[in-house]
């Protein structure tokens, strides 16, 4: 059955209904950023449930590396669009987006009003610790998958070493793989036989008009209805974000704060510090800290109910782009897969990818494991460098522990983040 648009049906395709419960399960469970984020999906869509082959999910990954914005988002809304059409892809992103944009919603009613409460960064300290098994575990899986060569090794290393010490921009590193792999490809390399979606340039032109049009026509309402003068600002500065911000979340820090701060005097340091911390301990793409931006400036301006309409716009015009993205492009991946100097390109991109996840699990392990930590300058290169006297030997404990249950038992993860959760929440408080 074809739920309005394209989809590929086998024996393996669930109902609607009961891949709407396993978006609905990842959108929740989606704690820690892309890496954690992709492990998870791997383990429900190709390990668990097998609705994508290995193959699939590894092209689906980097075509969606490629693209600006939240890439786990992007991969869940392939994933949804390959079942179930564009209905199963809308399902599948949104579900992805709106467990955590809630959290984020309540919580930012909360920091604006209270400011920050000592209970919900008790609740969230163990979450952290537990989802570094996750993103470990997502650099192990991917890793056994995409190196499969010593020139992905290379690549993988390159990648790192590019971001992690000399803060190469992220797309230059995505294109550099991928120029290498498409120029390197042997022209007798075997191909997929599976067969590509059906490709129409008129329907991908239509497709393009839709999601256009449903992206930017609120932004257009904004300025014909006289909006208030904040939500038209902060729906043109993050519609303009969502087209430049490519490698996720930090990469958005990086080309949002200063303007924010500074030119715009919407947030102080500080509370963008809280952003990202925020986004970081509750589920969904790290990219909705621009809710909590939003929020937050124009809870400033106008009170809460300004402040909700401008989180709504953020989010809108950080995620309405995604979907066109996805839904424009998806027809094409498996095409590009069956063209060997294209396949080439995607699979140096994948080789990539790992050392983008090692990136970033590297960094959020040092902002878990320890309290201070710096960035120091060598010349040209620069490291995160920790304080080694501002370890958190709780975060370490829990961390230990949360591997035990997950790699020793093969615990749930639901399970263990409830447990690790509530255990780190009480021994936050007893060690007080």
Not at 81 to 106: D, E, K, S, T
Not at 277 to 294: K, S, Y
Not at 296 to 320: Q, R, V, Y
């Amino acid at each position: 059955m074809v739920v309005w648009g394209n989809m590929v049906s086998d024996k393996n395709t669930p109902s609607l209904k009961e891949a709407t419960g396993t978006w609905f399960k990842i959108g929740v469970l989606s704690f820690g950023g892309p890496a954690a984020q992709i492990s998870l999906m791997h383990r429900e869509i190709v390990d668990e449930n097998k609705w994508l082959s290995e193959q699939q999910f590894l092209n689906a990954l980097s075509f969606c590396m490629l693209l600006p914005g939240p890439e786990a988002m992007q991969l869940a809304t392939y994933a949804g669009w390959r079942l179930h059409g564009v209905l199963g892809g809308l399902i599948a992103g949104l579900l992805f987006v709106l467990p955590g944009a809630a959290i984020i919603m309540l919580l930012a009613g909360i920091y604006a009003s209270y400011g920050d409460v000592p209970l919900v960064t008790a609740l969230f300290y163990g979450v952290k610790a537990a989802v570094l098994v996750i993103v470990l575990e997502a650099l192990i899986k991917v890793a056994k998958k995409a190196l499969g060569e010593k020139s992905h090794w290379v690549i993988a290393s390159l990648a790192f070493v590019g971001l992690f010490f000399l803060s190469v921009p992220y797309p230059l590193i995505i294109l550099s793989a991928g120029l290498f792999g498409f120029l390197t490809a042997q022209k007798s390399a075997n191909t997929q036989s599976e067969e590509a979606h059906n490709i129409s340039l008129r329907k991908s032109l239509v497709t393009v008009a839709i999601w256009l049009t449903i992206w930017l026509l609120p932004l257009a309402l904004l300025s014909v209805l006289g909006a208030p003068q904040i939500l038209v600002d902060i729906g043109q500065f993050f519609s303009t974000l969502a087209v430049v911000t490519f490698g996720g979340a930090y990469a958005v820090l990086a080309y949002m704060a200063q303007d924010v701060v500074t030119q715009f005097g919407w947030l102080t340091a500080q509370e963008m510090i809280d952003a990202l911390g925020l986004a970081e301990t509750t589920p969904g793409p790290l990219i909705l800290v621009t809710q909590f931006v939003g929020f937050l400036a124009a809870f400033k301006e106008g009170g809460l109910w300004l402040a909700i309409s401008a989180a709504t716009i953020a989010i809108w015009m950080t995620f309405a782009p995604c979907f066109l993205w996805i839904f424009t492009g998806a027809p094409y991946i498996e095409w590009i897969s069956n063209q060997p100097r294209l396949k080439g390109a995607l699979t140096s991109i994948t080789a990539a990818v790992v050392g983008v996840i090692l990136n970033l699990s590297i960094w959020f392990a040092l902002h878990v494991l320890f309290a201070d930590v710096q960035r120091i300058g060598f010349g040209v290169a620069h490291v995160w460098w920790p304080s080694f006297q501002t370890v958190e030997w709780l975060a370490v404990a829990l961390f230990v522990l949360s591997a035990f249950l997950v790699f020793k038992l093969h615990w749930n993860i639901l399970k263990v983040l409830l447990i690790i959760s509530l255990l780190g929440a009480l021994l936050k408080y007893a060690l007080v």
